[in-house]
């Protein structure tokens, strides 16, 4: 099983960034997939996931401005972040759940105000 991460970046307040996670095998294998981040001194927290039926749960903090997505032709779920603020700054987290957890490698994205 592999998750490689992509996207992260450096953005003003306000922008947009989009992340990527291919998978491997098909994201179709996995029960769950979702995006977690983790912030210096905090927790590694749940953003949005995606189930295999298709439902999709972003976090309060989160909702409105992101979006967990998946593309089966690229094999990839996405997390389309618009309206970036300053405490979204953290390492993101691709997650696949298939039998265990998997993790992608993280992928920095700094919000400056």
């Known amino acids: 099983v592999q998750l490689q991460a992509s996207g992260g970046g450096l953005v003003q307040a306000g922008g947009s960034l989009t992340l990527s996670c291919v998978a491997s095998?098909?994201?179709?294998?996995?029960?769950?997939m979702a995006w977690f981040r983790q912030a210096p001194g905090q927790h590694r927290e749940l953003v949005a996931r995606?189930?295999?039926?298709?439902?999709?749960e972003h976090s309060d903090s989160v909702r409105g401005r992101f979006t967990i997505s998946r593309d089966s032709a690229k094999n990839t779920v996405s997390l389309y972040m618009n309206d970036l603020k300053p405490e979204d700054t953290a390492v993101y987290f691709c997650?696949?759940?298939?039998?265990?957890?998997?993790w992608g490698q993280g992928t920095q994205v700094t919000v400056s105000s």
């Open positions: 997650y696949g759940l298939l039998q265990h957890d998997y």
């Open positions: 095998p098909s994201i179709f294998s996995f029960d769950v």
């Open positions: 995606i189930r295999r039926s298709g439902v999709k």
